[in-house]
């Protein structure tokens, strides 16, 4: 199952996917409130309450997709009245292809290993630990809160002072933390965890701010999928031609970290199991297109797609215009 969070003017409704339509659901009118009732109800299962609130309101999933309707598509999980309360992270170094682009980005002696490739071969070694077991912590990273969550098809931004703009194509998990402290997945979606590579090139610990972005997931959330080993395409569309694509592979079998190592070094920490808070994470990379020379440029539409979530996610590169200058702080004494 798949859903959609849709907006006209300040009306927002939730739905679900029937290609080629979408149906609309009564009640509730984002994807949190339909999480939180289904928590607050026993724990219920979340396919069935949507089975129960289907409406006979459909819409054109075309036209929405293609901004030529009313509705517009929203990220297909944040929180509806407080963006901070979304907090916006991720796993790296858990791909294989990652790890071998981060080794080639640091280091000009590939013979040698970077502080990066021995964070990787250690997930090798201790990332998928037995049931009951806790294995090595994953690298971690934290981008934001919900006020740099982009939907499919609006533009993501390299700031005036950033050095890149590019696309890393991902699977994000999206989480609810319950009013008892629990964190809920609710699904997964196609992701584009947008960074700056050329600043992270420059020194490894600059990765830190390099993350600091916009970022996209969507336009869909699979709610019930298998994250096992999933085939994907990640594109560079340049004036409506394609300027670079590469087949891309992520989900478990393709990862040195499993989904529950990656989970509980995430929530292993209080302030992360805040009731009512938003988590989207992103479970890493298999390739990016700046491990292949391509210069990402203002115009420039990114798309993700995975097979088995829906509709492919397509961003446009949009450069921030005016002149870099030093922010000013105010003093009050």
């Known amino acids: 199952m798949r859903l959609v969070q849709i907006q006209s003017g300040g009306v927002r409704k939730a739905a679900m996917v029937a290609e080629p339509a979408l149906r609309v659901l009564r009640e509730f009118e984002s994807v949190y409130a339909l999480v939180m009732a289904a928590a607050l109800a026993g724990r219920i299962s979340l396919k069935k309450l949507v089975e129960e609130h289907l409406s006979d309101e459909t819409l054109d999933y075309e036209a929405v997709y293609a901004g030529k309707s009313p509705w517009r598509l929203l990220a297909p999980l944040d929180h509806p009245t407080e963006?901070?309360?979304c907090l916006v992270t991720g796993t790296g170094l858990t791909h294989i292809?990652?790890?071998r682009d981060r080794q080639a980005m640091h280091l000009a002696?590939?013979?040698?290993?970077?502080?990066s490739m021995k964070m990787f071969q250690?997930?090798?070694?201790n990332g998928k630990p037995a049931a009951g077991d806790i294995g090595i912590a994953p690298e971690w990273f934290y981008k934001g809160t919900g006020t740099i969550l982009r939907a499919?098809?609006?533009?993501?931004?390299?700031p005036v002072h950033a050095e890149d703009g590019g696309e890393e194509a991902e699977i994000a998990g999206l989480y609810v933390i319950s009013p008892d402290g629990r964190p809920i997945r609710v699904g997964m979606a196609a992701g584009n965890e947008f960074s700056d590579h050329v600043f992270e090139k420059k020194n490894y610990l600059n990765l830190a701010g390099s993350k600091l972005r916009e970022?996209?997931?969507g336009p869909e959330i699979l709610i019930d999928g298998v994250f096992d080993s999933i085939s994907g395409e990640s594109?560079?569309?340049r004036n409506g031609t394609v300027?670079?694509?590469?087949?891309?592979?992520?989900?478990e079998a393709e990862m040195c970290h499993s989904l529950r190592n990656i989970e509980h070094h995430h929530f292993k920490f209080a302030a992360h199991r805040r009731p009512g808070d938003v988590h989207v994470h992103f479970y890493g990379a298999h390739s990016l297109s700046f491990g292949d020379g391509v210069k990402c440029a203002d115009g420039d539409v990114m798309e993700v797609r995975w097979d088995g979530f829906g509709r492919a996610l397509k961003n446009p590169l949009q450069q921030e215009g005016g002149s870099y200058s030093p922010v000013t702080v105010l003093d009050l004494h």
Do not use: F, P, Y
């Not at 499919?152 to 390299?158: D, K, P, S, V």
């Open 97 to 99: 292809g990652s790890a």
């Open 243 to 251: 300027l670079w694509s590469k087949a891309v592979r992520t989900g």
């Open 109 to 115: 002696d590939a013979s040698k290993l970077t502080d």
């Open 215 to 217: 970022c996209s997931v």
């Open 152 to 158: 499919c098809g609006e533009g993501l931004t390299m």
């Open 235 to 237: 594109r560079i569309v």
């Open 122 to 125: 250690w997930g090798v070694e």
């Open 83 to 85: 963006a901070a309360r």
